[in-house]
């Protein structure tokens, strides 16, 4: 398997952090601090839903803006929902779907991240999808099993055509805002049987083009051992993303892998 044939995404999480005032005077100070080629490597921000109208109309063409959800419905009478729809129309281009918070604190179930996935297909935005494991799980040795199930669950019924949009997350519940990351080959062998799990159901050529990337506590500083890791495609960034020197440092690193 070779990084060649896949794109490095290097992506923030804000979750419900940062007012959209504040915002703008980041995105600024990022794009001072990009670096000069991002030859194969993308930098996204995953904002809150009022802020994604200034960044997308700003064209900040270096930073692709990214959403944290959407609604399973196309439209209509569903208040205080957001449709894929309407995201295209605000420019977004990637969108966070099945993160665990979502999972945990919103109810949401394997159905309905299949039904957003499916929604963000067909709007031609990239869903980046979210799996990972308890400690519990991992405890018991239950980690891939939980993350095959997950992941076909989401997939289930897609085209390999479609399946090679979609960008995967993995990120371990444990290591989520908690400073604990993974080690580097935890979340190698994690992307890599991920990988493998799509070669076996959709074929080499699919299972080598798909983005994996990791999330969970990374940083400036551990960021390094692992996005050199083989499977892994780029990070999905929560904490870190909101320090624009040290979101702009990882976005440095994952443009040299
Ligand atoms: P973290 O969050 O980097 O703060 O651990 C990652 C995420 O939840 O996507």
């Known amino acids: ?33 990009l670096p000069q080629a991002m030859r194969g490597c993308t930098a996204v921000l995953c904002v809150p839903a009022t802020h994604i109208s200034a960044m997308g109309s700003q064209r900040f063409r270096r930073i692709s803006v990214g959403a944290q959800n959407v609604s399973e419905y196309d439209m209509g ?22 993160h665990s918070e979502r999972r945990q604190f919103n109810g949401e179930t394997d159905e309905q991240i299949r039904l957003k996935l499916r929604r963000l297909l067909d709007a031609g935005i990239t869903p980046i999808l979210c799996v990972g494991e308890s400690l ?29 949009e ?11 805002g908690t400073g604990v990351t993974a080690s580097a080959g935890q979340a190698q062998e994690v992307c890599f049987n991920i990988r493998e799990l799509l070669r076996k159901d959709y074929g080499a050529l699919i299972s080598r083009k798909v983005s994996i990337l990791y999330g969970g506590s990374m940083n400036a500083k551990n960021c390094r051992e692992l996005l050199s890791q083989p499977d892994i495609d ?9 320090k624009v020197s040290d979101f702009a440092s990882i976005i440095a690193v994952g443009c040299e892998e």
């Open 1 to 33: 398997m070779n990084k060649k044939y896949r794109r490095v995404i290097i992506a923030g999480n804000w979750k419900m952090n940062m007012l959209p005032s504040q915002a703008k005077g980041f995105v600024e100070e990022l794009k001072k601090l």
């Open 136 to 164: 519990q799980q991992r405890e018991l040795g239950l980690t891939m099993e939980h993350i095959s199930y997950q992941v076909k669950a989401a997939l289930a019924s897609l085209s390999e055509e479609q399946v090679r």
């Open 166 to 176: 979609v960008v995967i997350a993995y990120e371990p519940i444990w290591a989520i």
């Open 77 to 98: 009478a569903h208040t205080g929902e957001i449709s894929a729809e309407m995201l295209k129309d605000a420019d977004v281009q990637y969108c966070i779907i099945g």
């Open 234 to 242: 780029g990070g999905l960034i929560g904490g870190a993303s909101l």
